[in-house]
């Protein structure tokens, strides 16, 4: 059986993340792993987080904090999740329900003090929705209005 980790991102992966693929229409609804850890827009305190099958990266995804956070939530201990994703050749193996569901261990070992992950999920989204469902988000029906339309606003107390 395949062993399935969360991991924070070191420079030694990026070779690996510069062959993630995703197909244009899972990118409406997030962006490519080494995009988000470069860009500008990211908090200095974000965490980037790859989920890791047998040491290879398979998916990826981003904690962050600050002003992003409280356009969700008013929870100063609360983390924002974006831009989460597999890579699209790993898709349809039940890994990104495996790493939803490591997050909340990993979130209390390496993040003392969060008590709580949120995240925004596009109302057209409807895989991603009842995935998040499926690893323990709830939702409270609070919606906010992105840039590409309402998104759900999803709840996971860790």
Known sequence: ????????YTDSYEEHLSNY??????????SMPL?????????NSAKHILILKNNIPVGYF?????EKLLKYSENP?????????IDSRNQGQGLAKIGLQLLPEFV????????????GVNQ?????????????????????????????ILHLRV
Not at 21 to 30: G, N, V
Not at 108 to 119: A, F
């Open 62 to 66: 981003a904690l962050e904090g600050g």
């Open 77 to 85: 201990n609360a983390r924002l999740l974006i831009a989460f994703s």
């Open 21 to 30: 693929y995703l197909p244009k229409e899972q990118l409406q609804f997030t």
């Open 124 to 152: 057209r989204n409807t895989p991603a929705y009842n995935l998040y469902l499926k690893t323990g988000f709830l939702d409270e029906n609070e919606f906010y209005e992105g840039p590409y339309g309402p998104q759900h």
């Open 1 to 8: 059986m395949a062993s399935v980790v969360l991991v924070e």
């Open 108 to 119: 209390r070992n390496q993040l003392p003090g969060i008590d709580e992950i949120v995240l």
């Open 35 to 43: 995009d988000t850890i470069n860009s500008p827009n990211i908090s």
